[in-house]
């Protein structure tokens, strides 16, 4: 998915997830529009209407669609996955559409080395067509005049007018490349995800913006670095950790990098960054969400990446990347921090199992006030299915009005195996 991050950003320090088991799947992630969330395609980034519409496709049975109604200069579908490039590579785009009138196109966004768009495009009309057409175009890198820091592109579908109606299925992204070239492969790290055991470790790594690294007048980019990805399973969470120090400039920034690839080094799939807190040598989690849901192997690899105006230095210790085989949520009843009374306090816990292992577990729940005393306590027993959900709600009894802590820990056979915590307050709302 698109974050923002600070456009002085380019050192990393990064994960890598590559489809090895499965025949390998078509770039973009759900470039074939299969999936969706709340109506709109998963791993899309969708601005003025565009919907998921799961009837009439091309192939499958879902595809996307901009209805004319909602249709408007500035109408938008940017994949969140981008494909890494480099000058004079030949990059593809081909997909299935119908279009009602002139006004859509299919184009090339402009990236930097970490995804983020760099504000330009390239641009392909489509013409209007009733029936499904396909449609492929091709451009090199580098043959037209495009931003200096571009180092990968992303897919889009834009529309300028109004009153146009468009269909859209089966879009690749596809970077042309010798018919000798061999299918890449990463070691397999195989782990029991309820071990506790890491994927992908990283001693200490020291990177450094000196006088050296000036791209940009006042601007430090600090140089990319990746480390060497692995083989996992691709239906996983994962999550990684690392002790973080910035010295050097009061104002550099520093963030950690989770990075999901398709079936070759260039096809990053999904992509998490999650800043580090300013406190010198802070642990920071950074979780990257499974990029499918049918079973599949891809490559994992972390980064950590710095900006700076003046000589910086960051320095990351103890890396560790782990599977992460129960995801919990914990949110007050109609997402309330602060409850008019105790006795109307109540916390909704939901717990993902990610395994395909049923999982029999039980919820440790507790309940502190600011002073750290234990005011509630409890323990339910909790089943979870193959990769499905549980929820439920937890009234606690609270003997005054305060701020509170409330803390859920997951127990499979003695052993912790999630645990989470919600802060909120109750009684002391005017």
């Not at 859209?168 to 061999?182: E, F």
């Given at each position: 998915?698109?974050?923002?991050?600070?456009?002085?950003?380019?050192?990393?320090?990064?994960?890598?997830?590559?489809?090895?088991?499965?025949?390998?799947?078509?770039?973009?992630?759900?470039g074939?529009?299969?999936?969706?969330?709340?109506?709109?395609?998963?791993?899309?980034?969708?601005?003025?209407?565009?919907?998921?519409?799961?009837?009439?496709?091309?192939?499958?049975?879902?595809?996307?669609?901009?209805?004319?109604?909602?249709?408007?200069?500035g109408?938008?579908?940017?994949?969140?996955?981008?494909?890494?490039?480099?000058?004079?590579?030949t990059?593809?785009?081909?997909?299935?559409?119908?279009?009602?009138?002139?006004?859509?196109?299919?184009?090339?966004?402009?990236?930097?080395?970490?995804?983020?768009?760099?504000?330009?495009?390239?641009?392909?009309?489509?013409?209007?067509?009733?029936?499904?057409?396909?449609?492929?175009?091709?451009?090199?890198?580098?043959?037209?005049?495009?931003?200096?820091?571009?180092?990968?592109?992303?897919?889009?579908?834009?529309?300028?007018?109004?009153?146009?109606?468009?269909?859209?299925?089966?879009?690749?992204?596809?970077?042309?490349?010798?018919?000798t070239?061999?299918?890449?492969?990463?070691?397999?790290?195989?782990?029991?995800?309820?071990?506790?055991?890491?994927?992908?470790?990283?001693?200490s790594?020291?990177?450094?913006?000196?006088d050296?690294?000036?791209i940009d007048?006042?601007?430090?980019?600090?140089?990319?670095?990746?480390?060497?990805?692995?083989?996992?399973?691709?239906?996983?969470?994962?999550?990684?950790?690392?002790?973080v120090?910035?010295?050097?400039?009061?104002?550099?920034?520093?963030f950690?990098?989770?990075?999901?690839?398709?079936?070759a080094?260039?096809?990053?799939?999904?992509?998490?960054?999650?800043?580090?807190?300013?406190?010198?040598?802070?642990?920071?989690?950074?979780?990257?969400?499974?990029?499918?849901?049918?079973?599949?192997?891809?490559?994992?690899?972390?980064?950590?990446?710095?900006?700076?105006?003046?000589?910086?230095?960051?320095?990351?210790?103890d890396?560790?990347?782990?599977?992460?085989?129960?995801?919990?949520?914990?949110?007050?009843v109609?997402?309330k921090?602060?409850?008019e009374?105790?006795?109307?306090?109540?916390?909704?816990?939901?717990?993902?199992?990610?395994?395909?292992?049923?999982?029999?577990?039980?919820?440790?729940?507790?309940?502190?006030?600011?002073?750290?005393?234990?005011?509630?306590?409890?323990?339910?027993?909790?089943?979870?299915?193959?990769?499905?959900?549980?929820?439920?709600?937890?009234?606690?009894?609270?003997?005054?009005?305060?701020?509170f802590?409330?803390?859920?820990?997951?127990?499979?056979?003695?052993?912790?195996?999630?645990?989470?915590e919600?802060?909120?307050?109750?009684?002391?709302?005017?």
């Amino acid at each position: 998915m698109l974050r923002s991050v600070n456009p002085a950003l380019i050192a990393l320090f990064s994960l890598i997830l590559l489809n090895l088991a499965t025949p390998l799947l078509a770039f973009p992630l759900n470039g074939d529009f299969e999936r969706s969330y709340r109506g709109a395609p998963l791993a899309w980034e969708a601005d003025h209407g565009w919907m998921f519409l799961p009837l009439n496709s091309h192939e499958g049975k879902g595809h996307v669609i901009l209805r004319e109604q909602f249709a408007r200069a500035g109408s938008e579908l940017v994949s969140s996955s981008f494909r890494l490039v480099s000058e004079g590579d030949t990059v593809s785009l081909s997909l299935a559409y119908r279009s009602s009138a002139p006004g859509a196109a299919v184009a090339l966004v402009f990236c930097d080395a970490l995804g983020r768009p760099l504000g330009e495009r390239w641009e392909v009309p489509l013409q209007p067509a009733d029936e499904w057409t396909e449609f492929r175009t091709q451009y090199e890198m580098g043959s037209l005049p495009q931003p200096e820091a571009t180092a990968a592109v992303r897919a889009a579908l834009l529309v300028q007018c109004e009153g146009i109606e468009v269909h859209v299925d089966d879009l690749k992204l596809d970077l042309a490349a010798p018919a000798t070239t061999l299918p890449h492969r990463y070691p397999a790290v195989a782990v029991s995800p309820w071990s506790g055991a890491t994927v992908l470790r990283a001693a200490s790594r020291k990177i450094v913006a000196d006088d050296s690294t000036d791209i940009d007048p006042g601007v430090r980019l600090l140089s990319l670095w990746l480390s060497n990805p692995v083989a996992v399973e691709a239906t996983m969470p994962y999550q990684g950790r690392a002790e973080v120090g910035l010295e050097g400039d009061p104002g550099a920034e520093a963030f950690l990098l989770l990075r999901a690839l398709g079936a070759a080094p260039s096809e990053v799939l999904w992509q998490t960054i999650t800043p580090v807190a300013k406190d010198a040598h802070v642990a920071q989690p950074v979780t990257l969400a499974a990029p499918h849901i049918t079973p599949s192997t891809m490559g994992l690899q972390a980064g950590l990446a710095v900006s700076a105006d003046i000589p910086a230095a960051a320095v990351a210790t103890d890396l560790y990347v782990a599977p992460v085989p129960l995801s919990l949520s914990l949110n007050g009843v109609q997402r309330k921090t602060e409850f008019e009374t105790v006795e109307g306090a109540e916390v909704f816990v939901s717990a993902v199992n990610n395994t395909g292992d049923e999982l029999a577990t039980q919820a440790l729940i507790t309940v502190v006030d600011a002073a750290g005393a234990t005011v509630h306590r409890e323990q339910r027993a909790i089943n979870v299915g193959p990769r499905s959900a549980a929820s439920f709600s937890v009234k606690p009894k609270l003997p005054n009005p305060g701020s509170f802590v409330f803390r859920v820990s997951f127990q499979r056979n003695g052993v912790e195996v999630g645990t989470d915590e919600f802060h909120f307050a109750a009684g002391c709302v005017a």
